[in-house]
C-alpha cells in the first residue's frame, strides 16, 4: 500500500522544473521542420524520437550516442533526429507563466526551495543560463547527473539524504501525476500542477504564501 502524507504547513517546497517553471515540447520545434503537417510530426515523435528515447537521456545517456543508435534504426530521419539534439532550446520556448514569480515570493519569505528535475545535465546547462531563476534553489537533484529519473522513488531520498531533508517538511510540485503519487509513497505532500494560479491558492491555504 502506497503511504501518503496528509497536507499540512510545510518548510520546504520542492519544485519539478519542465512544464511547472519553464515550458518544453518537441512540438514547439518539430511543428516548424514538418512545416504544419502535424500527423506527420505525431507520427514521427510516438514513432522515433519517443518519449520513451528522450526519458534516456534524462537518465544520463549522452546525446551522441542517442543520436547515433536512433539515426542508424531510422537513417530516412537522420535529419530530424539530428535536429532533436542540436536544436533542443527551440523546444523550450518561455517560462510557465506566474510560476517563477511564486518561486520568488518563496524565496523572498525566506522559505527554502528545492528542485528535482528529470533533464540531461547538458541540456539542464543550456537552459539554467537561460532562465536565472533556475539558479537560486538551495539544491537542485538532476537526473541526468544522478543517473536516477522519477518517478523512481530513489530519487527522492536522494534529495533527503543529500540536503538533510525530512520528506514530511516537504511540499512537492510536478505535473505529472506518476510523479506526484511517487513523491507522496516516500512521505511528502504533493501538488499536481494544473496552472500557477490553482498553485498559488494551495500555497496561500497552507500559508506558505
Known sequence: ??????????????????????????????????????????????RVCTPAW?????????????VAQLTEEHPDCAELIRA?????????????????????????????????????????????????????FDGIIVSGQERLVKPDPAIYRLLMDRYGLEPKHCYFIDDNPDNVEAAKSVGMSAHLFLGAEALRRDLVALGVL
Open 84 to 136: 532533436y539534439d542540436d536544436m533542443w532550446e527551440r523546444m523550450v520556448p518561455g517560462p510557465i507563466p506566474g510560476t517563477p514569480e511564486i518561486l520568488a515570493e518563496l524565496k523572498a519569505r525566506g522559505v527554502p526551495v528545492y528542485a528535482i528535475t528529470n533533464f540531461s545535465a547538458d541540456k539542464f546547462e543550456l537552459t539554467r543560463k537561460r532562465f536565472d531563476f533556475l539558479n537560486g
Open 54 to 66: 528522450n526519458l534516456e537521456q534524462d537518465r544520463g545517456r549522452p546525446w551522441s550516442e542517442a
Open 1 to 46: 500500500m502506497t503511504a501518503t502524507t496528509e497536507p499540512q504547513t510545510p518548510t520546504v517546497v520542492v519544485f519539478d522544473i519542465g512544464q511547472v517553471l519553464i515550458e518544453w515540447d518537441p512540438r514547439h520545434l518539430y511543428r516548424e521542420l514538418f512545416d504544419g503537417y502535424e500527423d506527420l510530426m505525431e507520427d514521427f515523435l510516438d
